[in-house]
């Protein structure tokens, strides 16, 4: 059975540095263990520390605010700037209007010289040049490196009957984009794509 919490007389004799050694032991042990006491004690540790404070001063009346600004620690002011100064920037950051992909013709031709060129690093939205009947659930979309090994997928849509994808950033270098019908993954067609 777990042990009672400490009394309010004791915590708060224990917070003012007033206790008996023998029972600060007992009360510590408690407060290892004990969520509740622990916050009892920092909430009258924080009692304590205002009534002391409040004691100290002589005229309890607040300060002017110029009387104030003037005693708040130079790190205090630092820190307000470095704050100040990374809100802005990251509110700035956030304003960059969003980058609207470009729009590519995907042309069926034969080898990988002939590659439709898009920008490296750049969202673009290919347009394949083929009429496919269904919707996009039935097709799967693919980007391979000239190895054959997968890059990237995406989600093809339907847009003015064509089948059209979004690729959000493709590294430089040479590909294959490929278009399957998921049922039996059939390769339906492969383009070349060369991004630089």
């Not at 009346?61 to 104030?68: A, D, E, K, S, V």
């Not at 950051?93 to 969003?98: C, L, T, Y």
Request: hydrophobic residues 45%.
């Amino acid at each position: 059975m777990p042990a009672p919490h400490i009394d309010e007389n004791l915590l708060d004799q224990y917070a003012m540095g007033q206790l008996r050694s023998g029972s600060v032991e007992a009360i510590e042990e408690h407060l290892l263990e004990c969520r509740y006491c622990q916050e009892r004690l920092m909430a009258a540790d924080e009692f304590v520390g205002l009534f002391r404070a409040a004691a100290i001063q002589l005229d309890a009346r607040p300060l002017p605010l110029w009387q104030r600004l003037h005693q708040v620690p130079a790190l205090t002011w630092s820190a307000a700037v470095v704050m100040a100064t990374v809100v802005t920037f990251v509110s700035l950051e956030f304003r960059k209007p969003p980058v609207v992909p470009e729009t590519v013709l995907m042309q069926a031709f034969r080898g990988p010289e002939a590659a439709t060129a898009v920008r490296a690093s750049k969202p673009v939205r290919l347009v394949f040049d083929l009429r496919l009947p269904g919707d996009s659930r039935d097709y799967e979309f693919e980007i391979v490196n000239l190895l054959g090994t997968r890059v990237m997928g995406s989600q093809v849509e339907f847009t003015h009957g064509r089948l059209t994808v979004l690729v959000e950033k493709l590294e430089a270098g040479s590909y294959w984009a490929r278009i399957y019908r998921k049922v039996g993954r059939e390769l339906i067609a492969e383009y070349g794509l060369r991004s630089e």
